[in-house]
């Protein structure tokens, strides 16, 4: 039976040590063609015909066979029009400030959904964990100062 996860309970899941770990797994796919993905984004806007608001929803599809894990991420965002065509994301013009994507999960191995989970909190923790990777692969082993120049989810993500 699939999870269905609030985001309030997101970070709750698992520590960081642990998604840091997950991440290492799906890298080392990667790097060993062992990741199946998609390259790029898929993406569909509106617009209508009147006025500055559109929609914008966007996906992402990749897996890692060893955490047998295939995972299509659902990006929900409005966009607005500004001058010469530029699109710009609707929370940079004061709309409220929350993706409202989700994460879809299924089993490599039986086809089986496993997760649906929101995307929110998971995007700062999916950053934060790569940054724990790399820190963790290209840090000196005595360092003691760290330094983040970024605000919100993700810093406190890349602090963890």
């Not at 569909?44 to 500055?52: F, H, K, L, Q």
């Not at 710009?88 to 929350?98: I, L, P, S, V, Y």
């Amino acid at each position: 039976m699939a999870l269905l996860i609030r985001d309030e309970d997101v970070a709750a899941l698992a520590p960081m040590a642990e998604i840091v770990e997950a991440m290492e797994i799906a890298m080392s796919d990667h790097a060993k063609a062992l990741a199946p993905f998609y390259p790029e984004r898929i993406g569909v806007r509106a617009r209508p015909p009147e006025g500055r608001q559109g929609y914008a929803l966007t996906t992402q599809i990749g897996g890692s066979i060893g955490l047998n894990v295939m995972a299509v991420r659902l990006m929900s965002n409005m966009t607005l029009l500004r001058r010469r065509g530029e699109r710009t994301h609707a929370d940079q013009e004061g709309f409220r400030k929350r993706n409202w994507g989700i994460t879809v999960l299924f089993d490599m191995q039986t086809g089986e959904l496993v997760a649906i989970l929101p995307q929110f909190t998971l995007s700062g923790l999916r950053v934060g964990a790569n940054t724990g990777l790399a820190t963790k692969l290209l840090a000196r082993t005595d360092a003691e100062v760290a330094a983040v120049f970024g605000s919100s989810k993700v810093a406190r993500g890349d602090i963890e």
